[in-house]
């Protein structure tokens, strides 16, 4: 039985309206003089990266600014982002964005103190040390990733998703303002908010830290279900309770903005710590190959594997119906964790998250290849409470579509 529990972030959390124009004396603190900023072409247009970028530059801190972020990152979009970077050699890197960007600008700063490809970083523990400086930034309310120790890509040959896990991939510096996904627009406000969701209900299910089931002679950035992941998912659900179907639905809801934002960080906090589970080993595949968000991909399938892992979380799952504004009083527990599962799935259609697989396009004989390549990804599925056969995950995906 696992007696100690670990507990990581960013080395620096700063937080609230206005934040993101401390970029620059974060930068400075860090004794950065040549900064690779990676963004994408939506943010260059709105105005987002010389709201970074100016005041850096005031700084005396020369930027060269990448604009070729993608969603859903592909290898080869990672790859031109790190040819470009090596020829201009910064001293750091800011990620400005989504998760997508923020996981592309851990890749550059991670191939270019270590070498190599993002490919040979694929799995749990395999960066050798720390990374380049980096700050990340985001502009979206939903991944996490500018807490988190991981990052994902896309692989064209295999149209799987593929992560790397290092507690050394945590940013130096996490700047969250609210402000910055004021602009969201609804579909991508809706996509990184099940997202939080979805990170904060699989921390907070998780398996039990004192029986996390790793191998001998392994280790990992996740490390199953603790107090302190406990203590931040539960704020996230709550977060997401009170303030995802606002944010979604009026945009201009400046209240509901910022506990979204709250939410995505304290949900990166708890997953990045504790893990995720089936939900996001089954979306790798479905992901990697009909091209959905993540976000969208993970709220579709959330409500499945709560039903799945309904018989060793029934506890869990009553908690979170109250938290997400359930009236469970008198109910048995089995009765609210039932409840609990149906009020996720009121949520994900309030905000327009697809009910069906087939409704992204999957195809039912997609199905079965899906659950064999989900079952791969062992670092994430034994974090699930339950433990899952291949048989399993395709019955998970067979109710799903």
Known sequence: MRTVWRFHSAGELIFG???VLETAEAARKLCLQRVFLLADPTLEKIGLVEKVAVPLRQSGIVVEVFPGGEPEPSLPAVLKAIEAATIFRPDGVIGLG?????????MVAKVLAHGGSPMDYVGDGKVPGPILPLICVPTTAGTGSEVSGADVFTDPSSNLKLGCLSNFLRPRVAIVDPQMSSTCPKKVTADSGIDALTHAIEAYTAVDNEVFPLPAGQSSVYQGRHFFGDMV?????????QYLKRAVLDGSDLEAREGMALAATLGGLAFSNVGVAAVHA??????GAVHCS????????LPYVMRFNLPVRKKAMADIASWLG?????LEVEQAALVGITAVEKLKEAIGIPGKLRDLGVKQE??????????????????NPRPVTVEDLEGILRAAW
């Open 98 to 106: 989504g998760g997508s960007n923020m996981d592309m600008a851990k």
């Open 326 to 330: 359930e009236d469970v009083a008198g």
């Open 17 to 19: 309206w206005g934040a």
């Open 282 to 287: 089954l979306e790798y595949p479905v992901g």
């Open 233 to 241: 998912a539960e704020k996230a659900i709550r977060l997401c309770g």
């Open 294 to 301: 993540h976000g969208e991909g993970n709220g579709l399938l």
């Open 366 to 383: 997609q199905l079965r290849p899906f659950a064999e390549k989900a079952f791969g990804i062992q670092r994430i599925l034994r974090v």
